[in-house]
């Protein structure tokens, strides 16, 4: 399982039209163009982010971190249950 989520995150930062529709909302770790800067992760990385949004439904968010170390949200899901 770990095999197959690594293989999907590396297709999801390969591809930069990939990621290029997924905008922050409320929470996000870049919402309101917050500039984020993470000085010891290398460039390429991915990191999870998660949180509640509004009703109660769990949002997780994968950001990329680019070689200028600030980061990109490249993918977002949110629960079902509320």
Do not use: C, W
Not at 15 to 24: F, K, T, W
């Amino acid at each position: 399982m770990k095999t197959i989520l690594s293989a999907a995150l590396i297709a999801l930062a390969a591809g930069s039209a990939a990621y290029a529709n997924v905008q922050p909302i409320p929470g996000s770790i870049t919402y309101d163009n917050a500039n984020v800067q993470l000085e010891l992760a290398p460039a390429g990385s991915t990191f999870f982010h998660t949180f509640s949004n509004g009703d109660g439904r769990d949002v997780r968010e994968v950001y990329k971190v680019n070689a200028d170390k600030s980061v990109t949200l490249v993918n977002r899901t949110i629960s079902n249950a509320s």
